[in-house]
């Protein structure tokens, strides 16, 4: 297989086919994006309005500032766990999404349940690894946070983006049980060979795009700086460029999802 072939084969190329072939169905992903989005912001407005009107009836009530502790804990594991339920929601109607564009399938809510219960186990131990984490860095002094925090946090959290890929790619495509779920990603995500390529591809979408950012502002402030009268629709290309950045965001995280999900279908080939 020469280069040009191999490359046409490559994932990166066949992520772009498979988005090609199903426009309809990938912008279906994006409309459950966005309700997901939408969903949280309502939620969270909802939650704020009954909470802000109540705290203090609540603080109150229970007296004892040890109780208003325990019930301002309950309450956060409540909110934490309807937000990690309806981002399992979106995220699992969005995986069958996906799957459709591979095969025939036939949506149905039967493995919601386990799927609901994989995310709270993904974010549980997220956030008891950040606890410990946080725990470590009080003792490094601060001079040194910035270089722990790019040698140790974001390798850390590239880490979890990626198991937490592989796992849900898993459990849609293997029909697997949680635990073998976790098992499978986490094998999968210590072989860093099998899956590298995805994060010099991003590298590369970003690079591109903050290049074609900065070029653009750099015209901008040209322009402006010859015609003051232009100051004024600064404000507009500002807003522009930030719905192109959530655009463009928005659009790696969608290629990283299909990407990952090519990645352990392969497995069933070889």
Known sequence: MNKKEEFKNSLFVRVFKQI??????????????????????????????????????????????????????????GYISLLILVYSLF??????????????????????KKFFQLNLIMVVKGIIISFLIGIVFLGIKKQYLPIVYLIVIIPLSLTFYSFLNFAHSYFTLKHLSIKETLKHSLKRVLKL????????????????????????????????????ELLGYLPIYVNVFTIITVVVVYFIVAYNRMYYYLIVEGEEHK
């Open 91 to 112: 995220k699992y109607s969005i995986l069958d999404i996906i799957k459709s564009m591979r095969q025939k399938t036939e949506f149905n809510f039967r493995r919601f």
């Open 20 to 77: 090609k072939l199903n426009k309809k169905l990938f912008f279906l992903t994006l409309v459950f994006d966005l309700m997901f989005i939408v969903g949280l912001y309502f939620i969270s407005q909802l939650v704020t309005l009954l909470l802000t009107s109540r705290i203090e009836n609540i603080a109150r009530f229970f007296g004892l500032p040890l109780l208003v502790m325990l019930v301002v804990l309950l309450l956060s594991v």
């Open 193 to 228: 060979s099998s899956y590298y390529k995805i994060y010099l591809i991003t590298l590369i979408y970003i690079l591109a795009y903050l290049g074609v950012y900065f070029l653009m502002a750099l015209l901008v402030r040209n322009i402006v700086s010859r015609k003051y």
